[in-house]
Structure formats: C-alpha cells, structure tokens
C-alpha cells in the first residue's frame, strides 16, 4: 500500500521557517515527480512546488521562489520542503502528492496518483 505521510507544520509567525517533510513508502518512485500542494481557506488548490524522483529537478510556483526549497533524500524515501520568509498568505493546507506525469502536479490536478493527508501550515503577521 502506497503511503504519503506529511509532517512539520505548524505556526509561524511572518518570517519565519518551517520544514515539511514527505516520508513515501509502498513502491518505488524512480519515474515520478514529487510535490506540494497547498490550498487555503475559500480559496482553490495550487501548485507550490515540484522534484523529478530521479534526476532531481525542481519546479517553483512564482509566489515562492527564492523563498521555498524543495529536496529530496533518496537513500530515505523523503521529500522535504523548507519554507523560509513565510508570509501570511502562504497559510493553507499543504499536501505531498506523488505522480507518474510531471503536468500534472505543476497543473494540481485531482486526478494524481498518491497524496498525503495535508499538514496545516499557519502564518501570522
């Protein structure tokens, strides 16, 4: 059974940093693309960022380059997601997704493969 399990959020106030972190177990991942998600209250899921299992290329949202850092250890089946200079409006859920098509997490769409159960990530001023 293919498992996401998201951990590190919390709250933060702006300017701060926090480390999400995506433990994957069940199958191996060579071939996928690895990424977060994340959607606030009222508002529609979006894309945050993005990493290529095995060549290890990363793909940003415009809203946090130069300020977010995706990665990932293979050795330990974990993607991790450091978010530094947090702004208010980088609060939501954040989930970890997992899929074999690399448009379609840079598109957020419902339809990938594997997710986590979102960690909640709170950013106040």
């Known amino acids: 059974q293919v498992q996401l399990v998201e951990s590190g959020g919390g709250s933060v106030q702006a300017g701060g940093s926090l480390r999400l972190s995506c433990a994957a177990s069940g199958r191996t991942f060579s071939s996928y693309t690895m990424g977060w998600l994340r959607q606030a209250p009222g508002k529609e899921r979006e894309f945050v960022a993005a990493i290529r299992w095995s060549g290890g290329t990363t793909y940003y949202a415009d809203s946090v380059k130069g300020r977010f850092t995706i990665s990932r250890d293979k050795a330990k089946n974990t993607v991790f997601l450091q978010m530094n200079s947090l702004k208010p409006e980088d609060t939501a859920v954040y989930y970890c997704?997992?899929?074999?098509?690399?448009?379609?997490?840079?598109?957020?769409?419902?339809?990938?493969?594997?997710w986590g159960q979102g960690t909640q990530v709170l950013v106040s001023s």
């Open positions: 997704v997992a899929d074999g098509h690399l448009a379609d997490v840079l598109h957020g769409r419902s339809s990938l493969d594997y």
